[in-house]
């Protein structure tokens, strides 16, 4: 674990799922990302918090090379993601298989529309992973179970809740066996009453080990299921620390500002 400094140079650990380093970002004259670094452990849940505008989906998405970053490297499972071993640009077969390894689920549910919910999870592995199709639709039927949606397999997007399509949308993520599941704000997007079956899902995935990184202000779900908590403003890790220290005790005068908004 580290934030920037001289630890950002010392060799990732052996375990390390994702390693960031001096992450720089700019959209035209706007730098948007200054030096980030981040190591997540395998089976680590790590919390994103902080104001709008910060860099938290800019950085989530450099994890998953949905944004190409200025400088710095990240890298997931020990490969540095768009190079390979001599440096060069990766083919794009193997920029495939790099991106295959982070799941990720958006504010937004994003699932196609003319497809059942089952068909939306069984697709990723039957046209990216050349899976067979009566193997993909039984794991697509066990992934719908795990987060609650047994008897929804037949059921189109429109016909599902909000929370439902969420939960598809988090099924369809894992089914192509990602090593980590990147969230960004997803309950953000729901009724009130539909945010505790999304976050039940990411407990439970918590539970099996899942390494995860969730951008998300719901505080209950962050002192109870995040082992670390980081604070962005301004495109820098302000600090990082676990939940129950720095909810009782922020460091920055960013971070207690912040708080005192939203708690
Ligand atoms: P957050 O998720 O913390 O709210 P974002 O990462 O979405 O922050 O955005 C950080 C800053 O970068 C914002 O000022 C936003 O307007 C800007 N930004 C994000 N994406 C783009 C883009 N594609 N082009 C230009 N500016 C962008
Ligand atoms: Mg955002």
Avoid: W
């Avoid at 994103?48 to 949905?66: C, D, E």
């Avoid at 066996?177 to 997803?186: A, G």
Wanted: proline share 5%; glycine share 8%; hydrophobic share 45%.
């Amino acid at each position: 674990m580290s934030t920037s400094g001289t630890a950002s140079t010392a060799p990732a650990q052996p375990d390390c799922i994702v390693d960031a380093r001096d992450v720089c970002k700019s959209f035209g004259p706007l730098t948007v990302l200054r030096e980030v670094s981040l190591q997540v452990r395998r089976g680590e849940v790590v919390l994103v918090l902080g104001p709008s505008g910060s860099g938290k989906s800019t950085f989530l998405r450099t994890l998953n090379m949905l944004e190409p970053i200025d400088s710095g490297t990240v890298s997931v499972c020990g490969e540095p993601l768009g190079t390979r071993a001599d440096g060069r640009r990766a083919a794009e077969k193997q920029l495939a298989v790099q991106r295959r390894r982070t799941g990720m689920v958006f504010q937004q549910f994003h699932l196609f529309p003319n497809m059942t919910a089952l068909d939306n999870v069984a697709a990723g592995p039957v046209h990216v992973r050349g899976q067979a199709k009566a193997e993909s639709r039984d794991e697509a039927r066990e992934l719908l179970a795990l987060v609650g949606l047994a008897d929804k397999t037949d059921h189109y997007p429109g016909q599902l809740s909000g929370g439902q399509q969420q939960r598809v949308a988090i099924a369809r993520a894992l089914a192509m066996r990602p090593e980590i599941m990147l969230f960004d704000e997803p309950t953000s997007a729901l009724d009130p009453e539909m945010v505790n079956e999304v976050l039940e899902v990411l407990v439970k995935l918590r539970e099996e080990g899942m390494t995860m990184v969730i951008v998300s202000h719901e505080m209950g779900f962050a002192r109870a299921a995040a082992d670390r908590v980081v604070f962005m403003d301004e495109g820098v890790i302000v600090e990082e620390a676990a939940p129950s220290e720095f909810f009782a005790n922020p460091r920055s005068e960013r971070a207690r500002a912040f708080l005192a908004k939203i708690l």
